[in-house]
């Protein structure tokens, strides 16, 4: 069995100015975020589709991304691998008073609030231009999480819809205001709004508890499944159908219909 140390090992050897790997001795921070971000959406890929069997070895990839950076790190004399488990467990240390200390937090939404409430703390002292309530969203996150995570600190301060009913006039409203703008055949105007339809829709996601993320990607999931029995049900020559409208339209409910079934 091996061990963390074991791991660390192997990643010098790998770094190794001799007799390491080529393509691991010329990795940079930057040339790994692709990857790093890639074995992120194995890890939620493999849990939603519930292939828990191949989880160890989706999280070892994902853990191997933070070792590799560790290395590199180690290599120019900024940090180490402990140094990453020292700050996440003083993080964690930090924020759970209500475990580590006296404070007292007795449901999940409480800690939720508090932990927020640490983090905006947080972020004030280690940039004191950083005091809104909104800065230090990554502008590097999927975009439907970023939305999301933005209306979640903006609600904390009670600027929020009470319920979902408001959200769903505003999708309305917004989707009035793409079809008063698609006359005018303005690509800019006609994104901006698209977009406010988008970010009307994650929040009626957040209101109804949902994951916009994992939403969007179980749909196209699905999409993906049901064009594929539309493929096998019509002649393809070419990539092209030679089905008419009609018959595409056939196959595709014949899809829905036979997922249905499969599902019960």
């Known amino acids: 069995m091996h061990t963390l140390d074991d791991l660390l090992a192997i990643m010098r050897k790998l770094r190794d100015v001799e007799s390491g790997c080529p393509w691991d001795r010329e990795q940079t921070y930057a040339s790994l975020v692709p990857y790093t971000l890639e074995e992120a959406y194995e890890v939620a890929e493999t849990i939603e589709e519930n292939r828990l069997h191949q989880l160890p070895d989706e999280l ?3 853990l191997f991304q933070i070792v590799f950076y560790s290395q590199i790190a180690s290599e ?3 940090f180490t691998f402990n140094t990453v488990i020292g700050h996440i467990c003083d993080k964690l240390i930090r924020r759970h008073p209500h475990v580590f200390g006296s ?3 007795e449901t999940a939404e409480e800690q939720s609030i508090a932990w927020e ?5 947080e972020r004030m002292q280690s940039d004191s231009k950083m005091d809104g309530l909104l800065d230090g969203v990554s502008v590097a996150l999927p975009a439907l ?12 301060v009670g600027f929020d819809w009470p319920d979902y009913h408001g959200v769903m006039d505003k999708i309305y409203e917004e989707l009035d205001e ?3 703008e698609m006359p005018s055949n303005d690509p800019q105007r006609i994104e901006d709004e698209l977009g406010d339809v988008l970010f009307s829709c994650v929040n009626l996601c957040r209101h109804l508890k949902v994951d916009s993320e994992r939403a969007l990607r ?6 993906e499944k049901r064009f594929s ?5 019509l002649d393809i020559s070419n990539g092209k159908f030679s089905a008419t409208a009609d018959e595409m339209e056939a196959a595709w409910q014949q899809a829905k219909d036979k997922m249905t079934d499969d599902s019960v």
């Open 178 to 180: 793409v079809k008063a």
């Open 145 to 156: 999480t970023r939305a999301a995570k933005i209306q979640r600190r903006a609600a904390k």
């Open 60 to 62: 070892g990839d994902l």
């Open 218 to 223: 179980q749909a196209t999931r699905k999409f």
């Open 229 to 233: 029995l539309v493929e096998a049900a």
């Open 103 to 105: 404070d007292k937090i």
């Open 76 to 78: 120019e004399k900024r």
């Open 117 to 121: 409430q640490h983090k905006q703390k």
